[in-house]
C-alpha cells in the first residue's frame, strides 16, 4: 500500500470518521469520564493501545480464525490486552485506576474496538490495520481530552487539576454533571460536522429533478391538463 493510502488510513479517524464525533460510538464511557482532563485523557491512552495491539493480532490471525467463531475470538483477544492495560494502570497509576472504575474493563466491550476488529482488520493486513487503530484510537483520546478539558474548566476552574478561573469566574457545576455533559458533547458533535463538510459546498438538489417520483408525477400532471410537461406555453396577450 503506498504512503498516501497509508496516511488516509490513520488520518480519517481524527476528523472525518472521528469514533465519538461523527460515528457516534462509545458514547457511555466519553460522557462518564470526562469530568476531568486527565481522566479523559488516561481512558484515550488506554483505548489506542488495545485498538492497536488487539487490530494487529486479529489481522494477523484474520486467515486462521474460523468464521463461525469470529465474535468470541474477537473478544478474548481484545479482554486479553485490556486485562494488562488495566494491571499495568493499577499498579502504577492507582488513583487513574479509582477515577476510570468500572469502564476501564469495560473497554472490552467498547464498540469502537469490536467495530474496528470486524470491519477493518479482518479484511486488511497488519500494517493499515495498525494504522487504521491508531487513527481511531489517537481521534477517541482527542475527542475526550476535548470534552475533559471544557468540562474541567468551566465546571470546576481547572484543567489537569491547576487552577485557571480562579479570582474572575465561579465554576459552573452543571458542566462536570450529566446535562452539561450532553451539552458540550452536542457541541463538539457540531463542530466535527462542520469542519468534515467543509465550506463552499454546493447544496443538495431540490425540486422534481432530484424526486425519485418524478417521472409518475409528470405523467399523472399530464393526464389531468393535457399538457406535456415541459411544453412551451404561450403568454397571455400574444
Known sequence: MEKKGLFHEFSKGIVKENPVLRLMLGTCATLAVTTAASNAIGMGLATTFVLVCSNAVISALRKV??????IPAYITIIAAFVTIVQLLIQAYSPALDKALGIFLPLIVVNCIILGRAEMYANKHPVLPSI???LGMGVGFTVALLLMGIIRELLGAG???GVPITAGFMPPIIIFILPPGGFFVFGMLI???NRISEGKGQKPA???CASCPLAASCTKLMEEKTGCPQ?????????
Open 65 to 70: 480464525i474460523p468464521d463461525k467463531v469470529r
Open 131 to 133: 494504522l487504521d487503530g
Open 158 to 160: 481547572t484543567v489537569f
Open 190 to 192: 457540531a463542530l466535527a
Open 205 to 207: 438538489e431540490l425540486g
Open 230 to 238: 415541459g411544453a412551451p406555453v404561450e403568454k397571455e396577450g400574444k
